[in-house]
T-cell receptor, first 113, second 112 residues
């Protein structure tokens, strides 16, 4: 079974802090994704990566950056956390040319106070 | 760009009743279509997918969906729901290279 893990289930940070969310997948997938999930808005894509050291902006990249130094690990960085970044963050991965099916981690619920 | 509309934000039904969760997407070109389920405090897991072939797709837990190209719809159905089906359901459509676009989600609540 594909396993996608996220470093924290719950996280509380203060406004202005730098926040790191880590995601690791164990199935050698090329593609990795970061989404945020908010009630009534579904999942919105923040960033994605097709390969190591490659990244592309999604629909809502403002206020976020990412890092992919190893194939299995994809990090989301909030440079200076703000209260409007309080949300559920979901990581996913998929195989290249695999009919787009994505596998999700359990999510990190981030609260910024 | 693709868009996905889930027509109901919340659907309450009684246990053992049938249910339909509606999904419409914007594109007329060939797409892949997915339904994912999210149980409380968990990530998303795949229920079923349409890639090609038969327009009726069967998934896990007794769910099925029908692809209708002319109406650009991919509605999810189950003939008899159980309390354990209480969850949020997301419809998704493929876009560009390797991406999925998700709908807003439908919260299914099963009442005893």
């Amino acid at each position: 079974d594909v396993k996608v893990t996220q470093s924290s289930r719950y996280l509380v940070k203060r406004t202005g802090e730098k926040v790191f969310l880590e995601c690791v997948q164990d199935m050698d997938h090329e593609n990795m994704f970061w989404y945020r999930q908010d009630p009534g808005l579904g999942l919105r894509l923040i960033y994605f990566s097709y390969d190591v050291k490659m990244k592309e902006k999604g629909d809502i990249p403002e206020g976020y950056s990412v890092s992919r130094e190893k194939k299995e690990r994809f990090s989301l960085i909030l440079e200076s956390a703000s209260t409007n970044q309080t949300s559920m963050y979901l990581c996913a991965s998929s195989l290249w040319a695999s009919s787009y099916e994505q596998y999700f981690g359990p999510g990190t619920r981030l609260t910024v106070t | 760009a693709q868009s996905v509309t889930q027509l109901d934000s919340q659907v309450p039904v009684f246990e053992e009743a049938p249910v339909e969760l509606r999904c419409n997407y914007s594109s007329s070109v060939s797409v892949y279509l997915f339904w994912y389920v999210q149980y409380p405090n968990q990530g998303l897991q795949l229920l079923l997918k349409y890639l090609s072939g038969s327009t009726l797709v069967k998934g896990i837990n007794g769910f099925e969906a029908e692809f209708n190209k002319s109406q650009t719809s991919f509605h999810l159905r189950k003939p008899s729901v159980h309390i354990s089906d209480t969850a949020e359901y997301f419809c998704a459509v493929s876009e560009g290279a390797q991406k999925l676009v998700f709908g807003q989600g439908t919260r299914l609540t099963i009442n005893p």
